[in-house]
């Protein structure tokens, strides 16, 4: 048995301080969001994550343009990327001069807050973590069940339904592109 596979190990403490809305949204195309799903789910019962990339916005704002899925080791409770597969990220995303945006992952059950192996795997604390439930068997409304994290105040917070609306936006239409490097 792993440590990360024992309760006290998985599960955090709570914030010292509240998290503090700020003024950054994140814009995503409603299609990101289907074709995540679909690896999530399609991953079957291991978690899995993937990346959004895009551009940065002014005022701390961001536009995801791309949908992009690492090479990894999935588990039923946890999932790997290594040093070696984020290289082969970052010369996929350089040539555009996107940026990460958030990094996306599923968790076996409906628990949707982070875990220490969460908090130590993020691939920047300056992204958004977002967190689908039952291996991405999720259905909406937009953000209803899903966990969507933002790093601050040395946490990372789990943000309520409200400020999650607010920090990642959904939009209609929009041109996606999807680049699945396993």
């Known amino acids: 048995m792993s440590n990360f596979d024992q309760d006290d190990q998985i599960r955090r403490s ?30 079957g019962r291991v978690e899995t994550c993937c990346f959004w990339y895009g551009r940065d916005l002014p005022g701390g704002c961001g536009r995801v343009e791309a949908v992009v899925v690492p090479p990894q080791r999935g588990t039923w409770g946890n999932y790997d990327v290594t040093g070696e597969a984020m290289a082969a990220v970052s010369a996929a995303t350089r040539a555009k001069r996107w940026v990460a945006l958030a990094q ?16 130590a795997r993020a691939i920047s604390r ?11 068997h999720w259905t909406g409304p937009w953000p209803h069940r899903a966990g969507i994290h933002e790093f601050q105040i040395n946490y990372w917070h789990l943000l309520s339904i409200a400020d999650a609306a607010r920090r ?11 680049l699945d490097l396993r």
């Open 104 to 119: 996306v992952h599923s968790h076996p059950g409906d628990w949707v807050e982070h875990s220490r192996y969460d908090d």
């Open 168 to 178: 990642l936006v959904l939009e209609g239409a929009g041109t996606v592109s999807f």
């Open 14 to 43: 709570p914030p010292q301080q509240p998290y503090q809305a700020n003024s950054a949204i994140l814009y995503a195309p409603k299609n990101a969001l289907e074709q995540t799903v679909g690896v999530l789910q399609g991953a």
């Open 126 to 136: 300056g992204v958004l973590s977002v967190v689908f439930p039952r291996y991405g």
